[in-house]
């Protein structure tokens, strides 16, 4: 595993698995799921439909996260970060991560993300840096994370290396030319 895989420095969990109709894993993101926040010509916003099954029989609650690595940060891009759904919450709708759509059950975080704000936000890598890839990942839990909304999304991160015990994701691409 490449130093700069998000999963580098984190446990081998058990995989389970990981769908969407929006993206498909090893895609190329489109539209919904660039940035116009961040002034990608075309973005939207969107946070993908995500379904997950097979996760471990003792999962008591879920996080979603989505990340890239590949941003020139030196600690890589956090677009999107929920913690603590229930354990019976197995899918979010199309863009789940707007808060003004209210589609988000009850009980669930969400932290501010890497632009400050506190929904999904979009890929937008600087032009001609090279294709960008976007880990949308779902981190089954031994127990709720317990952090509130003023977390951030590297703390979050902190807290499912103790209680991750099951991973699934879909790593997708865009690239700004």
Known sequence: MSANSPFFNLPELPT???????IEDGGVLTGPQLSGAMGVPGGEDVSPQLS?????EETKAFAVTCYDPDA???SGFWHWVVTDLDASV????????DPSADLLPGG????????????F???????????????FIVTA???PLG?????????????????GIGRAWLECTFEAK
């Open 108 to 119: 669930a975080v969400t932290l501010r993300n890497d632009a400050g704000e506190p929904r």
């Open 72 to 74: 020139p940060t030196g």
């Open 16 to 22: 389970f698995t990981l769908t969407s109709t929006d």
């Open 52 to 56: 997950w099954s097979g996760f471990p």
């Open 121 to 135: 936000v979009g890929a937008a890598p600087p032009e001609g840096h090279g294709p960008h890839r976007y880990f």
């Open 147 to 163: 952090i509130d909304e003023s977390a951030s999304p590297a703390f979050a991160g902190f807290n499912m290396f103790f209680k």
């Open 90 to 97: 197995t899918s979010l709708e199309t863009n789940a991560g």
């Open 141 to 143: 839990l031994a127990e």
